[in-house]
């Protein structure tokens, strides 16, 4: 199976180690940057476009599949699914086309798709200055959530619990979408929908993420999360708990509305991301990524539900019906944590043997590096990296991640440094 990965601009080294996995299950993969870094991966299956323009990605990418003849293309990164729709459908590979692409990616085309189909979700408004914002706000009545329309990674989503609030975070949020490195690494010359902010109304229950897949209108949960942090007016998306706390009946009522939201944006054969939040005790949408989930949700899944996104991303991306079944838990306990530093410039980062030999760790992985600078909210969100543990319990499994994550020393230095880009290299969810 030859396969090809793509991204318009290259996120740094962090989709490697996924690139690694698909190799270790019996793919050949190829990958293709339009912007990128020289020897990123192994020549002579690595290439750079030069130029991060569609016209010049796809020209790229028909070059290369002529010589090799690909069986599909893909990627990991939310900033790449709308190019990797377009490439497919210009190389006659399976794919989603690029309307459903669109829809999967820009959040508020993904919310009036939801809204036509009737799909439960919260309520939204396009919010192009502040004035507006504050009018839905009030509508809708605080808290509110403020997010962009073409974000990932949490980077500028706040909760807000009044106009005041609102009407900073607002001027926070619109002077760093613009340079969020997630809008970034889009490609040029793709129409994305509208780039700006959005409020949504306060959804009061617990959320879930799932690892799914779309196929012939059949909707597979693989495996699903519990995200059982404690929230302030920021999101870091730092602890996961599988296998999940829902009750049967929930479960069901959470594979139903997913299911009514992947028809709703148009997904026909994919794997999904879905996130999935109660309010009053009903299941709302938040959102379904056409990619799988990162922060070693795939190690969660494989643990967790005998589930392996990345091999059912292969078989998808190849045009194949993977060989999967509806949830499943194996009754093991796993939870993850994301691993948060104070604001500034990188020093040093010193992770000691107890860590990384640790017989309870399934998923370690540091994404930042000396040098790097690290954004806190409302700047950016930026984080160190993810810890993911297993246990007889999530009590038990949470408790080592953390008493493990004391253990790795960081030192930053300038912390009110504000220079270099919004936003960069934060591990998606």
């Not at 049967?248 to 994919?270: E, K, M, N, Y």
Request: proline content about 6%; some cysteine.
């Amino acid at each position: 199976m030859r396969l090809l990965a793509l991204e318009a601009v290259q996120n740094a080294s962090y989709y490697q180690s996924r690139y690694r996995q698909i190799e270790d299950f019996g793919s050949e993969l190829f990958v293709l940057n339009g912007l990128g870094e020289p020897d990123y991966w192994p020549a002579p299956r690595y290439r750079v476009a030069g130029s991060k323009h569609v016209d010049d990605i796809i020209a790229a990418a028909k070059s290369w599949h002529a010589e090799q003849r690909f069986d599909g293309v893909l990627t990991f990164s939310e900033s790449a699914v709308v190019t990797v729709a377009a490439v497919a459908e210009a190389l006659g590979l399976p794919g989603i086309g690029v309307e459903a692409a669109r829809t999967s990616r820009n959040k508020l085309l993904m919310r009036q798709a939801h809204e036509r189909a009737g799909v439960p979700r919260p309520r939204f408004r396009f919010a192009p200055d502040v004035s507006v914002a504050l009018a839905a706000a009030e509508e809708f009545g605080y808290p509110v959530i403020l997010k962009p329309t073409l974000g990932a990674a949490s980077n500028f989503v706040f909760r807000v619990d009044s106009p005041e609030s609102l009407t900073e975070r607002f001027a926070q949020a619109s002077a760093g979408i613009a340079q969020m490195a997630w809008y970034r690494m889009e490609p040029d010359g793709l129409d994305l929908g509208p780039h700006g902010l959005m409020i949504e109304s306060f959804l009061d229950g617990p959320e879930f993420l799932t690892e799914a897949l779309a196929w012939d209108g059949e909707v597979y949960l693989g495996s699903v999360v519990d995200r059982v942090t404690v929230e302030g007016d920021t999101f870091d998306d730092d602890v996961h708990h599988a296998p999940t706390s829902l009750a049967p009946d929930q479960l069901a009522a959470v594979h139903q509305v997913i299911t009514a939201a992947a028809h709703a944006q148009g997904i026909r054969r994919s794997v999904m991301h879905a996130e999935v939040r109660f309010h009053q005790g009903t299941p709302h949408l938040l959102e379904i990524a056409v990619r799988p989930g990162g922060g070693g949700l795939d190690y969660f899944a494989r643990i967790s539900a005998g589930y392996s996104p990345i091999e059912v991303l292969i078989d998808v991306a190849s045009g194949v019906r993977p060989p999967v079944r509806h949830y499943r838990p194996t009754g093991v306990h796993t939870a993850g944590t994301c691993l948060i530093s104070a604001p500034g410039r990188i020093e040093q980062i010193n992770v000691p043997a107890a860590v990384t030999d640790s017989d309870r760790v399934f998923f370690f992985k540091i994404t930042a590096k000396p040098g790097d600078v690290i954004r806190r909210p409302p700047h950016g969100n930026n984080i160190l990296g993810f810890l993911c543990t297993t246990g007889k319990s999530f009590d038990d499994a949470i408790q080592a991640a953390r008493e493990l994550a004391e253990q790795i020393d960081v030192q930053v230095s300038n912390r009110d440094e504000l220079v270099g880009a919004f936003g960069d290299h934060k591990g998606e969810g």
